[in-house]
């Protein structure tokens, strides 16, 4: 079958945005005689899978080695669906045109909880069977997860066979490396499958684990009660993969996207980690230390990504840009550097705590467009219930000094439905957004509902119930005196389903596929959200979607993701979410 030529005559003329689909990028690479074929995916669209930086990295540490090759594949849409599944096509390799079920690893970047269902259908529509145990190796490919999704990744641990926890530039190669080799081992032994396979990369690969090498066990009351190995010799505890040197993590062969996508610009990432501690933030705790890259490093890659990709936008990486030492000194030689190549830097959301004099004068060599600040939460009490403390004058003369620089719209964002939240607290947020209203620019305000996650302090925490969350969203709303504000608040629903599983077990494993089959797609995006689709996998599955929203588990409790070390010890969690409460 020439997938290429049916795409090009009866397919891509008849779809929206046909571009996503047809590859041919600026450094993408296709290698099909490599000893090693791995295909990456992102459970999204084009823009947005092309939009992160994690998958870029990737690919081009992949494409640096000789006997191992990446491609990619990205979630279609479902017009594009309809017409492959019509025309009998598989879901393919933007490089290649392969058929994703031909390579021999398929890996996913498991970022947002809400793209799962995109994972049954990219499967599906591969022709590649959902589940890891119907799936024999090597007449498919291995199923691979990773990105921030595996610091609980039971809720996936049916349909895929292993996961890299942490961060994954050294470890993928490792396990490309690893899995050759059993390969080639397996050539004088060929009765060798899967589970030996999957033992080998376990034993092989620090930070990799095989969700079928262990066992589940419940607690009808209770629910989760313990996960062990199926037998000794293989890890009890599972150890996050820390990359010491970041200045190694680095992209040689930018890929330069074909069309717009969601974050098209440049990304050079300045600091991994973040050392402030706020309570609530999944990426904090699970991303330290904090590791620094050099300043003449960061330099380096900016320039190339302007002078071999064209980036007309470089935006420094990080948790907390502001927090990396000395940014203002890298600020004042990056700038002009860009800007003689036609080129500019811009930052993502900042803490006003950390914006120096000096960063505000680089401020005015960047596009005015919008920039982001982020309060969190409104009242002083509650702010140190999160560890975010803000000091709300701070605020106020940063968006009058960012208004004399020139800046024509500020946005804040807050979170609704935080640990201990009351409607004082609301009224405190809603002060702060009618001060801010008279900055003298435009104001857009993104309210977002608070999702408890795992391996934080707050992982304890119940989510607050939707009838509760919507009454603080009308109160806010009639709190705002001004026209100019434009409130933006996130799906009470959407929020619901990313809270149960971000702290789910393995049984939500059949809700996500009984979801599937009631037509679930694109959880993530709110014109697509069937609500009445998961209440009808939820009920078909005997599940309680409501116990997952619930406080579930103390302090003393196993947890279903325990088995999984982040470097952050249980006991400090608990200390920090005592001290958030007591």
């Not at 590859?23 to 995916?41: H, K, M």
């Not at 609530?280 to 190339?304: M, N, Y």
């Not at 803490?351 to 920039?371: C, D, H, P």
């Not at 995006?525 to 209440?535: A, H, L, R, T, V």
Request: hydrophobic content about 40%; glycine content about 8%; proline content about 6%.
């Amino acid at each position: 079958m020439n997938i290429r030529k049916i795409l090009e005559e009866q397919i891509l003329p008849f779809v929206r945005r046909p571009a996503r689909y047809i590859g041919g990028e600026i450094n993408a690479l296709s290698r099909p005689d490599a000893g090693v074929r791995l295909l990456l995916s992102y459970p999204d669209l084009y823009e947005l899978g092309m939009s992160h930086h994690g998958l870029r990295i990737i690919y081009d540490t992949v494409n640096r080695l000789e006997w191992a090759s990446a491609e990619r594949a990205f979630a279609v849409w479902m017009d594009m669906e309809e017409a492959m599944r019509r025309n009998g096509i598989p879901l393919y390799s933007l490089e290649s045109f392969t058929p994703a079920a031909d390579f021999d690893i398929w890996g996913f970047s498991l970022q947002v909880e809400l793209t799962y269902t995109n994972i049954i259908s990219m499967l599906d529509l591969a022709g590649v069977p959902h589940r890891a145990s119907d799936r024999p190796w090597p007449d498919y490919p291995l199923l691979l997860g990773g990105g921030v999704g595996t610091f609980n990744p039971e809720p996936l641990a049916d349909f895929f066979d292993i996961f890299l926890i942490g961060d994954g530039e050294e470890a993928i190669v490792e396990l490309l490396a690893a899995y050759k080799q059993f390969q080639e081992q397996r050539e004088g032994d060929p009765g060798r499958g899967k589970e030996e396979l999957l033992k080998f990369l376990v034993a092989t690969v620090p930070g990799a684990y095989a969700p079928a090498l262990y066992r589940v066990e419940y607690d009808e009351a209770a629910g989760f009660k313990a996960i062990h190995p199926i037998e000794p010799g293989i890890p009890e505890r599972i150890e996050r993969r820390v990359l010491r040197d970041i200045n190694s993590s680095r992209i040689d062969n930018p890929l330069v996207p074909v069309t717009e996508i969601v974050h098209d610009r440049g990304v050079v990432e300045i600091m991994r980690g973040c050392k402030r501690g706020c309570r609530f933030c999944h990426a904090g705790w699970t991303g330290r230390p904090v590791r620094l890259k050099d300043e003449e490093v960061i330099i380096r890659q900016s320039e190339k990504l302007v002078d071999e990709a064209g980036f007309e936008e470089i935006s420094l990486l990080s948790l907390s840009t502001g927090d990396y030492p000395g940014i203002g000194e890298l600020m004042e030689k990056l700038s002009p550097q860009l800007a003689g190549k036609k080129s500019r830097l811009s930052l993502p959301s900042l803490n006003v705590a950390s914006v120096s004099e000096q960063m505000f004068k680089e401020l005015t060599r960047m596009k005015k467009s919008g920039i982001t600040l982020a309060p969190e939460a409104g009242s002083v009490r509650l702010q140190r219930v999160i560890n975010k403390v803000l000091d709300v004058d701070s605020l106020f003369l940063a968006g009058r000094e960012l208004k004399r620089l020139g800046w024509r719209m500020i946005k804040l964002y807050f979170m609704i439905g935080l640990p201990t939240e009351t409607e004082e607290d609301i009224s405190a947020m809603a002060d702060i957004i009618n001060r801010f209203s008279g900055w003298g620019g435009r104001l857009n305000v993104t309210i977002s509902n608070y999702v408890a996650k795992p391996a934080t302090p707050f992982q304890w925490v119940a989510t607050e119930p939707a009838g509760s969350i919507i009454r603080k969203k009308s109160i806010l709303r009639s709190a705002i005196r001004s026209g100019k504000v434009k409130l933006k608040f996130h799906p009470v629903e959407l929020s619901r389903l990313e809270g149960v599983f971000a702290r789910g077990d393995r049984r939500l494993g059949e809700v996500v596929e009984a979801a599937w089959k009631e037509g679930c797609r694109f959880d993530g995006w709110s014109e697509c959200f069937n609500k009445e689709g998961w209440d009808r996998a939820f009920k078909q599955t005997g599940v309680d979607m409501e116990w997952y929203l619930s406080p579930g588990y103390g302090y003393d409790d196993p947890l279903p993701w325990d088995h999984i070390r982040t470097g952050v010890s249980k006991a400090v969690l608990v200390r920090e979410a005592r001290a958030a409460f007591d």
